[in-house]
């Protein structure tokens, strides 16, 4: 990483850098933190910047130290968007709000998109209707992906919790996932030893992994809030790229991560929470009529 970006990711230099900005005779404007350099060209289609300043940062983790660092006299001028991640799961949503923070309705925005009529869209773009059958249809496809999303969502859930340190940072599924019969077939033990492998830091072992695994079994996670929209557009790269029903081969999460933001409208995104509370704020786009 460069020096520059690494300084761009400093909580206390973009701290600083808020601060300074409110020196600026338009610097006191909304702040809104959020994670990354893809939620800025999903939120760029929504947030009003006349009257908000968008800043992205790296991670959950930067957000939330930005956040808890920032000096309570100006923080009235911050608010932060962040993937709720486990937040749902574990009742972290009230705590984050009144830190001004506010969480996605689902684990993550990629899951709140596949959940809306994008997916469908996404879907109808890359089916070959050329070739018939009546099985493979929107909703057995996203049943097929959230089967093996929920068991990798388990996974994420032990590392959070525990603090496991396992790395999925740019993982790939190619090696433990095999498509059979319409379907997707996770082979565990493969990505178990993969996990440990590249977790240089990690505390936890296989077996102690396998058996927490079985231990959650009998949870009752809800999928949109276990399952890593990551993990679903990698393994729906891998289905479509199998598939003799689907067009093209050189699918990947990043290209269908794509298409999902582009075609994730404004009257898709106003059926969640997220919208409502960025409306509340005042912070949303108000479109113009012409003429």
Do not use: W
């Amino acid at each position: 990483m460069s020096s520059i970006k690494e300084a761009s990711n400093n909580p206390r230099n973009i701290i600083n850098s808020i601060l300074m900005s409110f020196n600026h005779p338009d610097g006191k404007r909304k702040n809104l933190i959020i994670e990354g350099k893809t939620d800025v060209k999903l939120f760029k289609n929504f947030i009003d910047e006349e009257q908000v300043k968008l800043r992205s940062v790296t991670g959950k983790d930067n957000v939330l130290k930005v956040m808890n660092g920032f000096p309570v006299n100006n923080k009235h001028f911050l608010h932060a968007v962040a993937d709720a991640d486990f937040d749902h799961v574990l009742k972290k949503k009230d705590e984050r709000e009144r830190n001004k923070i506010y969480i996605t309705d689902f684990h993550d925005m990629e899951i709140m998109m596949i959940l809306s009529k994008s997916f469908d869209r996404l879907f109808n773009e890359y089916r070959d209707y050329s070739v018939e059958n009546d099985s493979i249809n929107i909703n057995k496809l996203k049943s097929v992906i959230f089967g093996v999303c929920k068991e990798l969502g388990k996974i994420r859930y032990l590392n959070y919790v525990n603090s496991y340190d396992l790395k999925f940072k740019n993982i790939s599924y190619d090696d433990c996932i095999a498509f059979k019969n319409d379907s997707l077939v996770l082979d565990l033990d493969i990505l178990l030893h993969k996990l440990i492998q590249r977790s240089e830091n990690r505390k936890v072992s296989i077996d102690v992994l396998r058996t927490e695994i079985l231990e959650l079994e009998d949870e009752n996670f809800q999928l949109e809030q276990v399952c890593c929209g990551h993990d679903f557009t990698k393994l729906l790269a891998i289905f479509l790229k199998e598939s003799k029903y689907f067009e093209g081969k050189n699918h990947n999460s990043d290209k269908l991560e794509s298409s999902l933001r582009l075609s994730f409208s404004k009257n898709e995104f106003e059926s969640f929470e997220l919208y409502k509370k960025l409306h509340s704020l005042g912070m949303i786009k108000i479109l113009k009529a012409i003429g």
